[in-house]
């Protein structure tokens, strides 16, 4: 016996079986492929914010030996948009240009070298527009707009949510805080920056490979953009070396296939460069926050106001979802009778904003979790008695209105939190600060909703089968990113089928094997995809007891049991090997597939359509209560994080090694998020262009994390599972900036806390101006 | 809000609602039941091991003024013999003493101090019988016997298992070790002793109020041994002060029917003292047993011989199933290929034997987990990695021949303690010790069966309702004798209905008022309970949601939800309230009942049809793995528990601090079981007679114990959990005799390991006699 024989259950930590094909370099991610004869695509970017494109010079370039390809809009014989709710995205700019990112030309070439070459000699004749950054200013009756055809002008999404007496609630608070927060614009700068590679076959069919999120989503838009039919598009997605949400929807995707499309037969790969990821690529929203908060004197909530402004760029891309998201979120995990929210997600000339991980709660909570120290603090209430007293409990309104109907974990962690060394001994921290030094202790509690909301149906399609060599294949049609939760999938059906996990084979998604399973995306991806896999799993045991029955003489197949490698009779102890009851059944007898559809809310607490259409309110809720301890340098400024925690309600942890994977990855993040990234905009240009320039915390930044969860068990869930994979990097910045006022007395609202800022407040702490 | 009002979620630590009724002294235990008019009734007991009982003379008790009945057999109606199994044991001796605490007559008296007296007044004529005491003695062909109808004389039960090539395995064995174990007679030592009160009305019936762990199998005794319809029978079971296996069969209740019926209309209360419990209740099984264990040289086990005598004193009460369990276990959790077993249950003239918390297990696992640690020396392995090679998985045949197919979590509890600090620090541990101390650490793994075996019918009836002041009743038919499954089921009910948990009332089991659910024991208490409350919540959830639709005129019940206290139409968010809804319908409307009957074994390893009747194989089975870390005194013998770990597989844990608090009283229990506790008897008089000369651990003889557990999840298991209140007592024994093994080289086979054996041992280590 191996450890390879040993069955593995639910709840049981399990090595993924990526984990050493990934760590040796074997793993064969998307732009690991270098198929023979491979052609190389790529961009001629716009550089500049605003402007009519006149035309466009080709034939310089198209005169290079080696060149195959010059494309331009007028090559595209679809819609050449792309996009998730609004299409506004081209896939080359036809008429006008709206970021320095947009694509101008496609060049397809032999080599790397004689593409470079190529796309220098591409010109383009552009009138240049007056450009828009700033969202507020983007909003005014004067400004230029991005797309004239939007009735809303600049405003992608605008959505007002009045709960309870909404601002007339504040009439009777005996209490109030104000603050305005500012969070910056974050680069997902994923391992594997985006790229893929294509190939068309004669009869115009085109098969890519790409490091994606969302193959089937990809697949529908690259066809409705080149004017395709579906079926003549075929998406091959490996294991992806990290997205982070920057590979949900489109990136090089229709790029490619218009490439392959011209070169047929010849496969075309494109990879951008981390200068063009940077440049082109997707980021998360800047956002400005508006925030009041009133309470009553013993800390019960009462009253809150927010207003948002999300920077959403030049395109859609999930920037209304985004803001939706925000704003159902920016009450936080609390009990607060009368809420009036506004949002708003604003065209600008900036970079693309879109999905990134924690999808417009990372900046609501950093601005509501710091409202809520504030309230402490005025109060003079420990800040975890305030939000233990104001916690939601499953059958409250939420603060946007709606029931909160699943599991909530979050009075479990935040007990869980108040017994804890690093609670407990915070005025031994404090006390423990070395000279120009001062030490605090920050706290933040979270909620985040799983799925898609109310509308877009969240569904996954299982399939899995005995093959004839007596192993399984589960077939997945939904990405594994680096999460972790194809393993996931594995541990579940090795442990229904009882066989040790090496025994199945995981199918990856292809359009072409595997069913539609929606995005990785949005903490359902498990949830989703389990609640679908585990009643095919289930199905398949009883298909083959019965068969195997049938075969041995059996009359009650309920006296049959699928052992490792085998179904056993019994009564009788007889084996039939599986590989000989695959061998002997037809496919079709040894198959199973299963359909699930997430539930969805049944409430409108808004009567705004538009609203529910971007996935307001959600039903099933994480929640997590972080901790951070801090040093905070007096002479520098900077913010040394010393210690770090994070209590989680996630459901039912169902390989906890994977799990804690997802919390440490999201906490580190979330620690460059709060204290160092910042991706540098200056008139629609970037200017942290790079890794060299945009600081990303390293391994010496972050310190041991320690990883707790109270693992309750949701009813829908999986296995009683819920979404573990945004939640983490919701409450880092705000428990950071908890901890530096807890340090140093300085309250500080816009993010990242640079040691140049911290000084700065330091410096006004101790010489305040006088007013 | 309130903690009261706070919803607990599966998984989340939940106070036990009788935690404050029991700390305050509030909850009224049948002991502290004391309705007005009360008789006192008592017995008359032996007081001699063995003997023809000739007359019985009760004219003088009678007359004394007070005394209201004196009763003898002469006196009962029915079949006089009470027992699960066999129904040996009289109510009141009428021909045979066996035993020192047998009834030989029942008085009752309107005052203790009357009863007292009158007691001395009985006196009875005896006939002498030579007595027997030994086990082994009592099955020589020569020995008197007690049973003389017993078609195999004194032999209550034997059962011979052989799997493998049975004792010719040893035959390849390259190394083999054996021993010789010693396992005492222990003494449940409850707080709440026997006790109980009954009344009988006019009309012969009868309801007894008693400490039990079987109400319903209880009915059925007191019916059949006193004559009576089993509906003329009551039995009201409140809350145990204590039971683990004393209370599992009868006690004083055929003993209170009989006095009530002959006092009608008076309440007549009988509790033994401490005294008369030790005298005349039951005890764990003193075992003898021979051990051999053959292995390849790297220490792959290959063959076992098992030789096991229970001494079951003069009755069967559940002997026989004992010896069944135990020696179902005598191998542990490893991959055995060639097996033989032999197990007796043995009557003697010693105190009578019955269940107690592991159930045969606890003796077996001494000797099986000394046995791995004489091998890993033998073989100069490390211990964990012996247990580790030998593991059991899933689809492997147990030593006992049968499949195991529920989860097993035993590797992962091995590989959660090889990274566990007690256990790599264990040569900083043994080099810790002072002068004349030696430091050692010792390690055990153990399995532990669920439930009643293959055919014996494991059921549980569970009900529901919403009463009409919108508060729901859990009606459990089943014991909490202490283990806390009462809240534990609260907690799920209250979470499938989403209320908190205080709006639930449990009605504690009453053979009027609940169902049939079995007997509070064999770890199946919780697991079978709550596999039919979980269906009936969740079917009353969606009739209560149905019901309130109609009422709210609702086309679709699928928009409602239950909120704490009411029923939610989402859309609108208009509620009704519970106590509305519950005053609207009839009781029909809002009760739901569900029956359970969980999975047998399917298999025959045994053609012993005898041994199947006794409850083999079994289907289920936890897991655990301790250690514990001692400190020997060598000049005194006295072996100290510095440090105690459990990391357990009781399936998905439900409510933490409940499973915690099992963990710590069953090691607490067995480390008694294991240094100290030792019910001595002498010619079948015991000569420990109460609580200060049978020693039981204190909390300063209890180490802090840690408390793990791998949370896996078991597919038949309601929410995933397994039986958690038997395990925690298999392995202290055999863990602490490996510690002081590895402290001081001293191998000691007969428990408990009194400082005066490992004075013993330690001086014959340091002169061994020469042979």
């Given amino acids: 016996m191996t450890d390879n024989d040993r069955t593995v259950a639910i709840g049981e930590s399990m090595i993924r079986p990526d984990a050493l094909t990934k760590v040796r370099g074997e793993e064969r991610f998307a732009v690991d492929h270098y198929p023979s004869g491979l052609l190389w695509a790529g961009v001629k970017r716009a550089g500049i914010p605003h402007g009519h494109l006149l035309s466009v010079v080709t034939d310089e370039a198209a005169k290079i030996p080696g060149v195959c390809a010059v494309l331009t809009a007028a090559d595209i014989n679809g819609t050449n948009r792309q996009g998730v709710i609004r299409k506004d995205q081209p896939v080359l700019v036809d008429e006008r240009i709206r970021h320095c990112g947009d694509p101008v030309a496609l060049v397809v070439a032999e080599t790397q070298e004689i593409l470079a070459v190529a796309l220098e000699q591409i010109r383009f004749e552009v009138e240049p527009l007056e450009p828009v950054f700033d969202p507020c200013a983007a909003l005014r009756s004067d400004a230029p707009l991005l797309h004239p055809d939007h009735p809303d002008g600049n405003a992608l999404f605008t959505a007002h949510i009045t709960v309870g007496a909404g601002e007339n609630g504040f009439a009777d608070c005996a209490e109030m805080v104000e603050g305005e927060f500012d ?16 190939r068309a076959d004669n009869d115009g069919r085109v098969e890519i490979t790409v490091s994606t999120q969302t193959p089937f989503r990809d697949r529908s838009e690259v066809a409705e953009a080149l004017g395709l039919s579906v079926d003549r598009v075929r998406i091959i997605a490996p294991y992806c070396g990290g997205a982070f949400g920057g590979k949900d929807g489109i990136t090089v995707q229709s790029l490619l296939a218009l490439a392959a499309l011209h070169c047929p037969g010849r496969p075309v790969k494109m990879w951008w460069r981390r200068e063009e990821s940077f440049l082109a690529g997707v980021k998360r929203h800047p956002a400005r926050l508006l925030y009041r908060l009133g309470a009553d004197r ?7 106001s927010v207003e948002a402004w999300f920077d959403t760029g030049p395109y859609d891309h999930l920037g209304g979802v985004v803001a939706a998201l925000g704003i159902e979120h920016a009450g936080g995990p609390y009990r607060i009778p009368h809420v009036d929210l506004k949002t708003r997600a604003v065209y600008t000339n900036n970079p693309v904003s879109g999905a990134f991980r924690g999808f417009g709660v990372p900046q609501v909570a950093a601005a509501m979790e710091s409202m809520m120290d504030l309230l402490a603090r005025r109060l003079q209430l420990c800040p975890l008695e305030l939000r233990r007293r104001n916690a939601l409990v499953r059958g409250d309104h939420c603060p946007a209105g709606s ?31 070395g000279p120009h030094r001062s030490h605090g202790t920050g706290i933040a509690a979270v909620a985040h909703g799983m799925g898609y909301g109310p509308l877009v149906p969240d569904t996954a399609t299982a399939a899995i089968e005995l093959l004839p060599d007596g192993r399984f294949s589960v077939q997945a049609g939904v990405v594994d990113m680096g999460q972790g939760n194809a393993a996931t999938y594995l541990q579940m059906a090795a442990d229904i089928l009882n066989q040790p996990p090496d025994r199945l084979l995981l199918i990856l998604p292809d359009t072409d094997r595997t069913f539609p399973c929606g995005s990785s995306s949005a903490s359902r991806t498990t949830f989703t995809y389990a609640n679908a896999l585990i009643p095919a799993a289930r199905k398949l045991r009883e298909l083959l007891l019965a068969r195997a029955s049938e075969m041995m003489l059996v009359q009650d197949h309920r006296e049959m049991l699928l052992v490792p490698g085998a179904v056993r009779h019994l009564p009788s102890g007889r084996d039939i090997e599986l590989a000989r009851l695959g061998s002997l059944l037809s496919r079709d007898e040894r198959f199973v597939s299963h359909h699930y559809r997430a539930p969805a809310a049944r409430e409108t607490p ?11 309110p959600h039903l099933i809720f994480s929640h997590a209560v972080h901790l951070a301890r801090v040093e905070v340098d007096e002479l520098t400024g900077r913010v040394s994080v010393a210690a770090y925690l994070s209590i989680s309600d996630c459901g039912r942890i169902i390989n906890p090694v994977v799990f804690s994977g997802q919390q440490e990855g999201a906490v580190a993040q979330g620690i460059g998020y709060a204290l160092c990234e910042d991706v540098l905009v200056d008139r629609g240009q970037i200017r942290t262009a790079d890794l060299a320039t945009y600081i990303l915390p390293t391994s010496l930044d972050v310190p041991p994390l320690e990883t707790l969860a109270v693992s309750l068990s949701e009813h829908d869930g999986p296995f009683g599972l819920k979404g573990a994979g945004e939640i983490g990097i919701d409450a880092p910045a705000p428990a950071l900036a908890n901890a530096v006022e807890d340090a140093c007395s300085i309250r ?16 006004e702490r101790n010489n305040p101006r006088r007013s």
């Fill in 183 to 198: 969070l910056p614009r974050q680069a997902h700068a994923f391992l594997e920056t985006e790229n893929g590679w294509a």
């Fill in 298 to 304: 013993s800390g019960t909530l009462a009253a809150l």
């Fill in 403 to 433: 029931t909160r109907q699943g599991s909530i974990g979050l009075t479990a962690c935040l007990d869980r939190l108040a017994t804890h060394p690093l609670w407990t001994t915070r005025e031994q921290w404090r006390a423990a600060a």
């Fill in 606 to 616: 808004s009567d705004n359509s538009n609203l529910r259409l971007h996935g307001f």
């Fill in 748 to 763: 500080l609202t816009r993010f990242p806390l640079t040691a140049e800022r911290v000084l700065g407040a330091l410096t």
